[in-house]
C-alpha cells in the first residue's frame, strides 16, 4: 500500500469508529438498573412440607418495589424514584398448577415524579411485572422511602399504604431442616435473596381487600438491571 492512500485510510478510521461504537454501545447497555424488593403472604424459603400446606391457601397478595438508581424509561430519567406494585390474585402466586391466576394491582408511584416521569414509572412497572400487572386497577402516588442495608435488610415505606420491613435469613428460619427457594421472584432481578418479611403491609385501596403478612420467610432483596 501506499504512503499516501495509508494516510487516508488513518485518517477515515476515527470518523468510523465514532459511527460504529456508540451504535454498539447502546444495543449492548444497560438502560436502568436499581434495587428490587419484594414481600408475599406465603413463604417463598420453605420445605414443600409447608409450601403442600400453603399452596391455595395464601399467598395471594404480593408487594414488588423497585428503587431506580440509575437510568430511565422510554426516553425519561427515572433516577432517584422509586414505583411499587401491589398485586392480588386468585391463586397462589407461583402456583405452576393452578388454572386461572385472575390477577389485579395497583402502582403507587414516587410522589417526587412529574408527570412524564410518573407514567414512565407506570409503564416500567408494568413492564418489569409482564402478566402479573396486565390489570392495573388504579395508580397511586405517595412519598416513598426506600433503604437498603450492606447486610441486604431492607425497609420500603410508601406514605400510609404500604409497608415492607425485611431481615436476612439466618439459623432461626431453618425449621424442616430442607428448606429451598421454593418460589423464585415475580420479577427478573439479579442475585435476589430470600429473607423474612419482619414487616409486609397494605392499607390501601383499590383491591377490595387490605393486608398485614408479618414474620414469614416471604420476601425477597436483590437488583435489578434492563
Known sequence: MRLAEMHRLAAALPVALVVLLPAAAMGAGVQVSGTYVEARTADVYTGPCFANAEVGLVGKEAIMA??????????????????????????????????????????????????????????????????????????????????????????????????????????????????TVFYPPLAPTEGAEPGVALEHSWQGEGLGATWKSPGKRSSFVGRFSR
Not at 392480588?88 to 407461583?94: D, H, P
Not at 412529574?114 to 407514567?119: F, K, N
Open 66 to 179: 423497585w428503587r431506580i438508581e440509575e437510568g430511565g424509561w422510554d426516553g425519561v430519567d427515572l433516577s432517584g424514584l422509586s414505583v411499587l406494585a401491589v398485586v392480588r390474585s386468585e391463586a397462589t402466586l407461583g402456583d405452576p398448577y393452578a388454572e386461572r391466576l385472575g390477577a389485579e394491582s395497583v402502582l403507587v408511584v414516587d410522589a417526587g415524579a412529574d408527570p412524564p416521569q410518573r407514567r414512565a414509572l407506570e409503564g416500567f412497572a408494568r413492564g418489569m411485572g409482564g402478566e402479573l400487572l396486565a390489570d392495573v386497577a388504579v395508580s397511586l402516588t405517595a412519598e416513598v422511602e426506600f433503604d437498603v442495608q450492606a447486610n441486604g435488610a431492607a425497609a420500603v415505606h410508601a406514605g400510609e399504604l404500604a409497608t415492607l420491613r425485611t431481615r436476612p435469613l439466618d439459623h432461626r428460619d431453618h425449621l424442616c431442616g430442607n428448606e
